[in-house]
């Protein structure tokens, strides 16, 4: 409900939410009897239950018919001029992303974030994207859209963020936070083990950069993406020790944000 009153409240109206559902579950039988009917809304279904962000995803791309794309998860939500900031830039430059504003879910209160030293346009290249320990979720036009990765589900959106930046060659990046992330601890990012299964996945999408198919990156930005995710593995790594001493340690807190 929250991220498509947000979707409704943009200060641009021309645009079409695909809602995919992967739970079997009927979104517009929960949104409609509480008032939210609008013809911009679109519902699919994979088909499937619990197939991944990753399969979901994919299954929205094939229903999209607009200029540009970009993704919003059941639990966040838009700032109202997110899009009429970032969709001129996409239209110069290819895409364009912004700043998260994490929130605890169950207080409602945004976490600490470092104080921003500019609100201007930062040309992040492939390097600077991989130092940032935050998701972005950029908007972009649809001639750079690419499928996710399939059977690649722990830290999806950074492997679809690479790709991106090797297509484009740097991202705009505005310095403003104009989309809430929302944090549970029951997310699968927070569940337990959840540290080891972002290392396997580190280290098998590090294998696939080294020896593989380098997700069909030029060799130079396979390099660069090496070299970051051996950083997050390390990051991981040590996150998950300090979560052993501190179980309800967000990676949020632990990283101090970007």
Same mark, same amino acid.
């Given at each position: 409900?929250?991220?498509?009153?947000?979707?409704?409240?943009?200060?641009?109206?021309?645009?079409?939410?695909?809602?995919?559902s992967d739970d079997g579950f009927d979104y517009r039988a929960l949104l409609e009897p509480s008032g939210v009917v609008d013809a911009?809304?679109?519902?699919?279904?994979?088909?499937?239950?619990?197939?991944?962000?990753?399969?979901?995803?994919?299954?929205?791309?094939?229903?999209?018919?607009?200029?540009?794309?970009?993704?919003?998860? =059941?639990?966040?939500?838009? @700032?109202? /001029?997110? !899009?009429?900031? #970032? %969709?001129?830039? *996409?239209?110069?430059?290819?895409?364009?992303?912004?700043?998260?504003?994490?929130?605890?879910?169950?207080?409602?209160?945004?976490?600490?974030?470092?104080?921003?030293?500019?609100?201007?346009?930062?040309?992040?290249?492939? =390097?600077?994207?991989?130092? @940032?320990? /935050?998701? !972005?979720?950029? #908007? %972009?036009?649809? *001639?750079?859209?690419?499928?996710?990765?399939?059977?690649?589900?722990?830290?999806?959106?950074?492997?679809?963020?690479?790709?991106?930046?090797?297509?484009?060659?740097?991202?705009?990046?505005?310095?403003?936070?104009?989309?809430?992330?929302?944090?549970?601890?029951?997310?699968?990012?927070?569940?337990?083990?959840?540290?080891?299964?972002?290392?396997?996945?580190?280290?098998?999408?590090?294998?696939?950069?080294?020896?593989?198919?380098?997700?069909?990156?030029?060799?130079?930005?396979?390099?660069i993406a090496f070299e970051g995710f051996a950083r997050k593995r390390a990051l991981n790594q040590a996150y998950a020790k300090a979560?052993?001493?501190?179980?309800?340690?967000?990676?949020?807190?632990?990283?101090?944000?970007?």
């Open positions: 409900m929250r991220a498509v009153l947000s979707l409704r409240a943009q200060t641009i109206a021309d645009w079409q939410a695909v809602i995919v911009r809304l679109l519902f699919v279904s994979t088909g499937q239950t619990g197939s991944g962000c990753h399969h979901a995803r994919n299954v929205g791309l094939g229903a999209i018919t607009g200029e540009a794309v970009s993704w919003l998860d =059941a639990d966040d939500e838009w @700032l109202p /001029q997110r !899009l009429e900031t #970032l %969709l001129p830039l *996409a239209r110069r430059y290819g895409a364009a992303a912004d700043l998260l504003l994490c929130v605890d879910e169950q207080t409602g209160q945004a976490l600490p974030h470092p104080a921003l030293a500019d609100t201007g346009l930062q040309q992040l290249d492939l =390097a600077g994207f991989m130092q @940032l320990d /935050q998701p !972005l979720v950029p #908007l %972009l036009l649809r *001639a750079h859209v690419q499928e996710r990765i399939t059977g690649a589900e722990m830290a999806e959106d950074v492997l679809a963020n690479i790709r991106l930046i090797d297509r484009i060659g740097t991202l705009p990046l505005v310095r403003q936070r104009l989309y809430r992330y929302y944090i549970r601890t029951s997310s699968l990012a927070h569940a337990q083990q959840a540290e080891d299964r972002f290392d396997l996945a580190y280290a098998d999408y590090m294998a696939r950069l080294e020896h593989g198919d380098g997700f069909g990156l030029a060799p130079a930005s396979r390099s979560r052993r001493a501190n179980p309800a340690l967000t990676f949020q807190d632990f990283v101090g944000g970007v």
